[in-house]
């Protein structure tokens, strides 16, 4: 099984299945092999792993093919889309990765990123992508807002406000995303006005 041989941690030794597994993914031919597998060996969790090893390939098409579960196929392909991602020590982009992904998926965001976006015969600097995963263990160790769920309203309290329907989701998204710039934004009676402010404004949009 293919997510077993991917725990592989030694490239030599991954290589002597390599025929093998081009019988059923092909497509590796087309791929940077040998960073690919030095990638995937040092990776820490299988979905870094399939990642890696899938790098520059169309990795959600391969993994459908091949039948992996849909939360495998997301993971993956969302893993394969770090090269987009500029990753840094910063907390606001750092929390809104961590609402738009979760905290495991970031994590391993952050461990991919800097394999990534190395360089051929750079030294990889694990020292910064260190002090990235801190500063997530920092924000999440203080409970710092970065969800929804963590803000000091909720929907019930839209509805009473005036909202109805999907503007509720929409309106407390819109809220986080404030919150995320500005954490003291998170109160009560601070969200309370935001949100009747919004609503009056839309209103005279229509």
């Not at 941690?9 to 590796?28: G, Q």
């Not at 809220?175 to 402010?197: D, F, G, M």
């Amino acid at each position: 099984e293919l997510v077993q041989i991917v725990h592989c941690s030694d490239a030599e030794h991954f290589k002597r299945y390599l025929p093998v597994i081009e019988t059923f993914i092909p497509e590796l031919a087309n791929a940077d092999i040998d960073k690919n597998i030095a990638v995937m060996c040092s990776a820490k969790d299988h979905y870094e792993k399939l990642a890696a090893l899938l790098d520059g390939l169309e990795a959600e098409n391969i993994m459908k093919r091949l039948r992996f579960d849909n939360i495998s196929v997301k993971t993956v392909k969302e893993l394969s889309e770090v090269h987009e991602l500029s990753i840094e020590d910063d907390k606001i982009s750092l929390k809104h990765l961590l609402n738009n992904y979760g905290v495991a998926q970031t994590r391993r965001m952050i461990d991919l990123c800097a394999h990534f976006n190395a360089k051929d015969g750079e030294t990889i600097n694990f020292d910064e992508s260190q002090k990235i995963l801190d500063t997530v263990l920092e924000i999440e160790n203080n409970h710092e807002p970065y969800q929804i769920k963590d803000l000091e309203i909720n929907g019930n309290d839209l509805i009473n406000l005036g909202y109805s329907g999907a503007s509720i989701g929409a309106e407390l998204e819109h809220l986080n995303k404030q919150v995320i710039e500005c954490s003291k934004l998170n109160n009560r009676e601070t969200l309370l006005k935001l949100a009747e402010e919004d609503l009056a404004n839309e209103l005279e949009r229509e």
